[in-house]
């Protein structure tokens, strides 16, 4: 539950990233051009009424937000003016380089123009429903999911040899909140850091950390063949934190996860009968 609960995470992190440039509307491109590769500077915010998977019955996710976390400190520091996008996703210059043996390259770095070294983001929804095939019997599974964060640097490639896809990111979630009504249930202020953020907050203080201490590198390797589609871990070491767990409106405590590794984990996804 809980490593399929942090892959979820990381995957909708990477999604947010590729949300940038699918599909590419002039009137939201600040900048395309076309030298060696293509730079792609855009600000994004979207939102999405409703997504929802269905199979025999369906789960529906509502009132989906993307954009820019809109604060102004994150792990308790200002990191500059790049981090200060408001609501909009901004501040990034995606690079697209088709290299000399096929393989695709799209890499995310901060726009110097902004200054800082970051980009910050925020996803939120609504409601999270189950339904029946006849949509008679509904459930709330979560009431809602708010996540912020901030990232220094994003990268996929795309082998044209094996097609499998590397993905290596350094993000921060600075804030998780999640209300589950129907187990009376809330978390709060969650975060996911580096493995040596709670070692560098006790020797440095918030305003001394540096943006490693922040940030978790993960680097995944996602591919498919005949059992499915593979998402195999390559290396994710982080420290993780949650605020606050309520249950019937009353605070059961905090808790702190030092020095997690999920290296070498894995799973397979594949559909069923």
């Known amino acids: 539950m809980k490593y399929s609960f942090i892959a979820a995470t990381l ?4 999604s947010l990233l590729h949300a940038a440039f699918d599909p590419i509307d002039d009137a939201e491109l600040g900048v395309i051009s076309g030298q060696s ?3 792609i500077e855009s600000d994004l915010y979207a939102t999405i009424g ?6 025999e019955g369906s789960v529906s996710v509502n009132d989906i937000v993307i954009g820019g976390a809109n604060k102004a400190t ?21 690079t697209i380089d088709v290299l000399s ?22 996803i939120s929804t609504g409601s999270i429903q189950l339904h029946s095939a006849d949509k008679l019997t509904s459930a709330t599974l979560i009431d809602s999911l708010s996540i912020t964060g901030i990232v220094t640097k ?50 440095w203080g918030s305003q ?4 490693q201490d922040v940030t978790a590198k993960v680097s995944m390797d996602i591919h498919a063949d005949d059992k499915g589609l593979h998402i195999n871990t390559n290396s994710l070491e982080f420290d993780m934190g949650i605020g606050s767990v309520s249950i019937a409106d009353a605070s059961i405590g905090s ?7 999920l290296t070498q984990s894995s799973m397979i996804i594949s559909g069923h009968p």
Do not use: Q
């Open 37 to 39: 590769g293509i730079t």
């Open 74 to 94: 994150y792990f308790g520091k200002d990191w500059g003016d790049s981090s200060h996008s408001g609501i909009k996703l901004d501040g990034s210059l995606i």
């Open 50 to 55: 409703s997504f929802e998977y269905i199979d």
């Open 154 to 203: 994003f990268r996929t490639k795309i082998d044209a040899a094996t097609m499998h896809i590397l993905t290596e990111a350094e993000v921060g979630i600075d804030d998780l909140d999640i209300d589950i009504s129907g187990l009376n249930m809330k978390v709060e202020n969650a975060f996911i850091a580096s493995s040596t953020y709670f070692e560098s907050l006790e020797d």
């Open 101 to 122: 043996d096929g393989d695709l390259v799209i890499a995310g770095s901060v726009n110097p123009a902004l200054g800082g070294g970051i980009i910050d983001f925020g």
């Open 255 to 261: 808790f702190k996860l030092d020095n997690v590794n």
């Open 11 to 14: 995957l909708s992190t990477s």
């Open 208 to 211: 001394g950390l540096a943006l």
